[in-house]
Each structure stands twice: as structure tokens, then as C-alpha cells.
């Protein structure tokens, strides 16, 4: 018969497990994983495809257990919101997944999110978040190069990066940002600049920081708006307006202009070369689509450190265009998608394209 002294040593030390299990438990941070598809989730045949796979494939709580260290940096849970390449993402999605990380980061038991993501629009589904979500909280999309079968996979490393990332408290209130190749970069800033290596994205003014063996190095914070100081909010987004994105170059035409036009286009991107340049025969058309209502976006496929400056070689002003200022094509498409769901009055659109 066990004497009562040592019974209660026994219960003194099984409670005291408890609760220091308890403590370590509530000491690590709630964080929620948003998969929705891209190489991150990608397989290939064999380990030697590290550029031909199959994006979409594996789901997110096979993301989860192949990467137990996740549980040394925070208590995870995943949701598979969508299982799609990126480059499919429409709109809808874009609202779909807003709508689905503004109300977690409203919940008490979650202190940071990560979206895993393809990386051809990476940079469209950071920089819509980080325009709408009015949280303080970290959200950190990842995404990978190589799928998870390949050989030297960042996928992993990416993905324990992130989580790491958004159970920060040094994150809060940074916007939303992109953890890719050891990077924490602005979703505002960053793109794809590569399409077939490990260091694919770069943000024309720097990373915000880097991450290192689950440590936080930062260098700088976004000066433009956003998240809690944005002026929009997802809440009162139900679906944003078409906004189409013409390319143009040498020997440019008007007819994906008038296209985009007859297909109920509220905005048109121009992505011109150099500063936003307009061909010359292009002018009267884009002054025709501007007299019936329809935005004209000058932006510029040249990227990297500039800014499309207004009234430069075209009079802005005087044909009401706007200019996308450093936003590359694709990132002025959804600001425009999303400033075109609250004003059409073209100076505000001006003011929101300087300020975002
Ligand atoms: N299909 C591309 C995407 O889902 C694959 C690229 C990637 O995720 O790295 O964005």
C-alpha cells in the first residue's frame, strides 16, 4: 500500500506537469494555415522534377505533418480554403479568401495566419489583403519554387519560415507580408521576378527583413497604407468591378482596348514600356474610352526601382488618365479592382494610387 506522503508527492508532481504543459501550451502562439493550392502543394514523379509537377495536389494537413517542427514555433491548425494554381485565382477568390482571414483574425484564439499559395500570383493575393484586412495581426503568404517531392524542396523551409513569421508579435502591424527564400517582403512591394529559381521574388525596394532559423531580422517598414490604416475593408466588398490589364509595345493595336471596353471593363491598366508611354495613334482611342466613363491606368512593364510619373510625356491632366506610380501592372489592377469598389471619381482614384 503506497504510503499517503508519497501519493501526494506523486499528485504534486503529475500537477505540476499539468500546468507547466499547460503554460508551454498557451506560451506558444495560435496559428492558422489557409492553403489554396500551388507548387507548395505541387508533386512531380520524381525527385529529380524540380520544375515539372503538378501544382494543387497535396493537401494542407499533409502539409502540416510533414513538418512536426511546426509545433516548436506555434500551435497550428490548417483549412483548405481552395486547392487551385494560382494562376487560376479570379476575383471571387480573392473576396472569398479576404472575407475568410479578416474573420479569423478577429477571433481571440488566433494570433497570426498564413496563406500557402502559388507563386504566379502571390504578389495580386498579398497586396489585395493587405488593402482590405483591418487586423494588426501578422499574415504571411508563402508559397514555393519546387514541389515537395523534389530534390532541395524550399516548400518546407518556406512554409516553417512563415508560421514562424506570423506567431510573432514583432510582426504585428507590418501589413501583409510574403516569406519566401528566407525574405519577409511587403505584399505591397514584392513580385515575381523569376520564373524557375529558388529567388524568384523581389520587392524593388528591398525586403522589409529577413527570417532565420525562426528569428526575425528586420530593415525597414512599408511607408504606403495599409491594413489597419486603409481606408477599404473587405466587409464591405462583396464582389470587385472587371479591371483588365492591355500589354503594350511596339506595333500596339486598339483592340484588346475596345475590347476590354465592350466587355464592361471599368478600368483599363495600360502597361506601357518605359514611363507608361502611349503610342500616338493609341491617344484618341484611349480618349474615346475615357469620355465614356472608362478609367485609364497608366502603368509601366518596366519595373524595379521607378515610378510612372504623371504628366511626363502625356498630358494627364488634361485627358483625366491616372497614373499607377511604382505598381506594376498586376498589382495596379487590383488596386484599381478595389478603389473602383468605393469611388469613380478619378482625382480620388489619383490620391489612392499615391497613398497605397
Ligand atoms: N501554377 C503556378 C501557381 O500555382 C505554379 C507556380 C508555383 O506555385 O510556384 O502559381
Do not use: C
Amino acid at each position: 500500500m503506497m504510503k499517503k506522503s508519497a501519493m501526494r508527492w506523486l499528485l504534486a508532481i503529475a500537477s505540476a506537469i499539468i500546468v507547466s504543459s499547460t503554460a508551454i501550451a498557451q506560451s506558444k502562439p495560435n496559428v492558422v494555415i489557409l492553403a489554396t493550392g500551388g507548387t507548395i502543394a505541387g508533386a512531380g514523379a520524381d525527385v529529380t522534377n524540380s520544375a515539372t509537377y503538378q501544382a494543387a495536389k497535396v493537401p494542407v494537413d499533409k502539409l502540416i505533418a510533414g513538418i512536426p517542427q511546426l509545433n516548436n514555433v506555434a500551435a497550428v491548425r490548417g483549412e483548405q480554403v481552395f486547392q487551385i494554381a494560382s494562376e487560376s485565382f479570379r476575383n471571387d477568390n480573392l473576396v472569398t479568401l479576404g472575407k475568410r482571414v479578416a474573420a479569423l483574425a478577429k477571433q481571440d484564439d488566433v494570433d497570426g495566419i498564413v496563406i500557402t499559395h502559388g507563386t504566379d500570383t502571390t504578389e495580386e493575393t498579398a497586396y489585395f489583403l493587405n488593402l482590405v484586412v483591418h487586423t494588426e495581426k501578422p499574415i504571411v503568404v508563402v508559397a514555393s519554387m519546387r514541389p515537395g517531392t523534389a530534390m532541395s524542396a524550399d516548400g518546407t523551409l518556406n512554409l516553417y519560415s512563415a508560421v514562424s513569421v506570423a506567431g510573432s508579435k514583432d510582426a504585428r502591424g507590418r501589413g501583409v507580408l510574403v516569406v519566401m527564400n528566407d525574405e519577409i517582403d511587403s505584399g505591397r512591394d514584392v513580385t515575381k521576378a523569376v520564373n524557375i529559381k529558388v529567388e524568384a521574388f523581389k520587392s524593388p525596394w528591398g525586403p522589409l527583413g529577413l527570417v532565420v532559423e525562426g528569428k526575425n531580422y528586420w530593415f525597414r517598414k512599408l511607408d504606403k497604407r495599409h491594413t489597419m490604416n486603409s481606408e477599404f475593408d473587405i466587409e464591405k466588398i462583396s464582389a470587385l468591378p472587371l479591371v483588365e490589364i492591355a500589354y503594350a509595345g511596339g506595333n500596339v493595336s486598339d483592340t484588346a482596348y475596345r475590347a476590354f471596353a465592350n466587355a464592361g471593363a471599368k478600368a483599363i491598366i495600360h502597361a506601357g514600356p518605359g514611363n507608361g508611354s502611349v503610342a500616338g495613334p493609341l491617344v484618341p482611342v484611349l480618349q474615346e474610352l475615357r469620355g465614356k466613363g472608362i478609367q485609364i491606368i497608366r502603368s509601366s512593364h518596366v519595373n524595379a526601382g521607378g515610378f510612372v510619373l504623371r504628366n511626363a510625356e502625356q498630358p494627364d491632366d488634361k485627358y483625366d488618365w491616372i497614373v499607377a506610380h511604382d505598381l506594376n501592372p498586376q498589382k495596379a489592377r487590383i488596386l484599381a479592382s478595389v478603389a473602383l469598389s468605393s469611388t469613380q471619381d478619378s482625382r480620388e482614384l489619383q490620391r489612392i494610387f499615391m497613398e497605397y
